[in-house]
């Protein structure tokens, strides 16, 4: 009985000392799982505007780091891009008919409208994030900031929406809903036409990785637009010395009257 008696003894002790051991262990740490982020440039950071320029097209790739899409037909992520050109002074102003003449009546001043704004995203941009949400990124056509309140405001919306279409027209405006394309699980890239009036400046391409709704990562790039040659010239003139630029317009067009008379006058 003593000997039956003491390997239980011995077994209890073993077994407690057991789960002390195990309990003193320090747990292993859980390894964190990396947050995803996006990573993108232009095929592009600079171009020259000379007399022959009629547009040019640039490509935004990129591709997102740590991704959690396990196959390319999962459709795990949303892409927004939004390229921006520096803000520009406008004027909006209505025609209206007055004693047969048409004239334009006084409008609303627009001090911050983006000179180029394009948005580009993996599908209909509404369907990616939450109105608010892209209010406060200022994405899409309909968020961009004018610098001027027209909230409750028909006939501010009605200067505003006309502002809108007018830059549609000449494709300084543009939106499109399947711009960008995932190649593969992580590869994404998209492109964009500059039209042949583009404004100069220092355009920013900002590119938004979006999952359930929510923005993960964001990454920004710069593309400088710059008129060169006798183009810069001319455009420097006339936007920074304007006295000179008219002066230097008006002397042109005597001499071309000039040597228009020199040579088909009759003697």
Not at 131 to 137: I, S, V
Not at 168 to 182: M, N, P, R, Y
Request: aromatic share 10%; hydrophobic share 45%; charged share 20%.
């Amino acid at each position: 009985m003593k000997a039956a008696l003491s390997l239980a003894g011995l077994l209890l002790a073993f077994v407690a000392a057991t789960c002390w051991a195990e309990a003193a262990a320090p747990a292993t740490p859980a390894i964190p799982v990396p947050r995803e982020e996006v990573q993108s440039d232009l095929s592009t950071r600079e171009i020259s505007i000379q007399s022959n320029f009629t547009g040019i097209e640039i490509l935004i790739y990129g591709s997102v780091d740590f991704s959690q899409t396990k196959a390319p037909d999962q459709g795990v992520y949303d892409v927004i891009i939004v390229i921006r050109a520096p803000s520009q002074h406008l004027v909006a102003r209505h025609k209206e008919r007055v004693a047969g003449i048409w004239v334009n009546t006084p409008g609303r001043i627009f001090p911050n409208v983006p000179g180029f704004y394009a948005a580009l995203s993996t599908r209909p941009i509404r369907a990616i994030t939450s109105d608010e949400a892209l209010k406060m990124l200022g994405i899409g056509l309909a968020n961009v900031d004018f610098g001027r309140d027209t909230k409750d405001d028909p006939e501010e919306e009605t200067y505003r929406s006309a502002v809108i279409r007018l830059k549609e027209k000449q494709k300084l405006f543009q939106e499109h809903d399947d711009g960008v394309a995932f190649i593969g699980r992580s590869l994404f890239r998209a492109s964009v036409s500059l039209p042949v009036n583009v404004p100069i400046g220092r355009y920013t391409a900002d590119v938004y990785l979006f999952r359930d709704g929510q923005l993960v990562s964001k990454n920004q790039s710069t593309l400088e637009v710059n008129k060169v040659g006798f183009e810069q010239m001319v455009y420097m003139l006339a936007f920074h010395h304007p006295f000179f630029y008219g002066v230097l317009a008006v002397l042109m067009a005597v001499l071309a009257g000039l040597a228009g008379w020199a040579v088909f006058r009759r003697d």
